[in-house]
């Protein structure tokens, strides 16, 4: 079973900042989340990771409050480039591999 | 940095034939994953290699095998091809050192089409 539950879909329209949660109640103490993005007929594009606190990188942010149920991939001033499905893993140390990943959520950007 | 490569990116076969896809990792990645992605499923884990050596197994049947080369490149086979092996296969790499956060990069996929 998927460690994660993140929405099915949502919709912005372009420049707009958009956020995606993921609920893992279950996370462990070694558990690290990572943030991929899906164009279709590619494989996955890592986005970001974390383990608690806020990290940024030049493509988004991850919030993860203090106690680590739920995180919060942030993209700042979406255009239609990245329309795509957007993934939340929870594994250990990062290892995702036997992890199933779920549908992810489907993003939609539009005009 | 050339990024993961995988041969060929579509395939058509039918059913009972078998099939070998295969994969380069990031020059320098010594561990290799391979995952089956089907439309309304995410992708599900079938193996992963590191230094000619399987060190992970999802829940796929026998059919289902691979390998991998002293340099790294890896192999997956599938034999007796059924409709519901149709998929998109992914390989992904990652540096696997002691310490590290393990980010895997993946490949664009071998599109599997069993008729």
């Known amino acids: 079973l998927a460690k994660t539950t993140q929405p099915i879909s949502m919709d912005s329209y372009e420049g707009q900042e958009v956020n995606i949660t993921c609920s893992h109640n279950?996370?462990?103490?070694?558990?690290?989340i990572t943030w991929y993005q899906q164009f279709p007929s590619q494989g996955p594009r890592f986005i970001i990771q974390?383990?608690?606190?806020?990290v940024t990188n030049e493509v988004a942010s991850l919030f993860i409050p203090a106690d680590r149920k739920s995180s919060t991939l942030s993209l700042p001033r979406v255009s239609l480039s990245d329309t795509a499905v957007y993934y939340c893993?929870?594994?250990?140390?990062?290892?995702?591999?036997?992890?199933?990943w779920g549908l992810g959520t489907s993003l939609a950007v539009n005009p | 940095k050339a990024g993961v490569t995988q041969t060929p990116r579509y395939l058509i076969k039918t059913r009972g034939q078998q099939v070998t896809l295969s994969c380069s990792p990031i020059?320098?990645?010594?561990?290799v994953s391979w995952y089956q992605q089907t439309p309304g499923q995410g992708l599900q884990f079938l193996f992963e290699?590191?230094?000619?050596?399987?060190?992970n197994k999802g829940n796929f049947p026998g059919r289902f095998s691979g390998r991998q080369f002293s340099n790294s490149r890896s192999e997956m086979n599938v034999s007796t091809l059924e409709l519901g092996d149709s998929a998109l296969y992914l390989c992904?790499?990652?540096?696997?050192?002691?310490?590290?956060?393990?980010?895997?990069?993946f490949g664009p996929g071998t599109r599997l089409t069993v008729l």
């Open positions: 992904a790499s990652s540096l696997l050192q002691r310490g590290d956060l393990d980010t895997q990069y």
């Open positions: 020059s320098g990645h010594r561990s």
């Open positions: 290699y590191f230094s000619e050596t399987q060190r």
């Open positions: 279950n996370i462990a103490t070694n558990d690290y």
């Open positions: 974390g383990y608690k606190t806020k």
């Open positions: 893993l929870v594994a250990q140390g990062g290892n995702n591999r036997k992890l199933i």
